[in-house]
């Protein structure tokens, strides 16, 4: 069943966003070598967890803004890109090779919460799951959909996921939980007024939430919601990199 591989952040300040991550999250970061772009590697002892890169000329001019993506693991790019269309969603960009690496494409889902298809070239490479909660890694994933129920159907649909719990959050509707092979790894819920677009937001694990929020604070990031207790006992936040780009912290305790 196809989850979550990798992820990575576009930005308009590469070595900004690097010190920033680096100080908040406790990231190391190096160049990744690629000779035909700008990428750089976060990792956190020897395992990778995501890089950074520039935001591309060509998606500047069209207005992106800095933000995090999500590689979504498939057998096939090309394929799973056609479904994507065929199920109502759309191509941004590819299928194409990242020579040495694998294959991918940029896609959105039928309201436009974009993300990313993936085929590593070697799959015994493809970096394995953290324990839940270790500090550095991501630990949940959230879509702020256009309409809750389409998007499950979607999202479902191409990838097998299955539903989970479900929270109803009073005035701003139902929070759906969703598992990959049984196992809970993110939630969806229609998006409020308030959120631009429909997108996915990555929440990374921390030992503390009030520690890290003084470090995105101290870093010139900001806080958009938080800290709040969930269902379970952990700890949330959502902020702002500096940049602009949405990422959000999550840690077992306060």
Not at 22 to 36: E, F, H, L, Q, Y
Not at 124 to 136: I, R
Not at 184 to 193: F, H, Q
Request: aromatic share 12%; hydrophobic share 40%.
């Amino acid at each position: 069943m196809s989850n979550f591989v990798w992820y990575d952040a576009m930005t308009d300040n590469l070595k900004a966003a690097e010190s920033f991550y680096r100080n908040v999250i406790g990231w190391d970061a190096k160049d990744s070598g690629m000779t035909d772009r700008s990428y750089t590697i976060f990792s956190i002892g020897e395992r990778s967890v995501g890089g950074v890169m520039p935001i591309p000329k060509e998606a500047c001019e069209a207005g992106m803004r800095p933000c995090w993506r999500g590689y979504i693991g498939v057998d096939n790019v090309d394929d799973y890109a056609s479904r994507v269309q065929a199920a109502g969603g759309a191509l941004h960009r590819g299928p194409e090779d990242i020579p040495g690496v694998g294959r991918f494409a940029v896609v959105a889902d039928p309201h436009g919460a974009e993300f990313i298809l993936f085929t590593g070239q070697d799959p015994t490479q493809a970096p394995q799951p953290a324990q839940p909660g270790t500090p550095g890694f991501v630990g949940w994933h959230e879509l702020h959909a256009g309409d809750l129920e389409s998007a499950f159907t979607f999202y479902s649909g191409l990838f097998g996921w299955t539903k989970g719990e479900a929270h109803d959050m009073g005035p701003v509707g139902m929070y759906q939980l969703f598992a990959v092979d049984g196992v809970p790894v993110g939630g969806m819920m229609t998006k409020t007024s308030e959120t631009p677009a429909p997108s996915w937001l990555y929440y990374f694990n921390v030992e503390g939430i009030d520690a890290a929020m003084e470090r995105v604070k101290k870093n010139g990031g900001k806080i958009a919601n938080g800290p709040c207790e969930v269902p379970g006992g952990s700890w949330i936040s959502q902020c702002i990199d500096p940049q602009g780009a949405m990422f959000a912290l999550v840690a077992c305790k306060r």
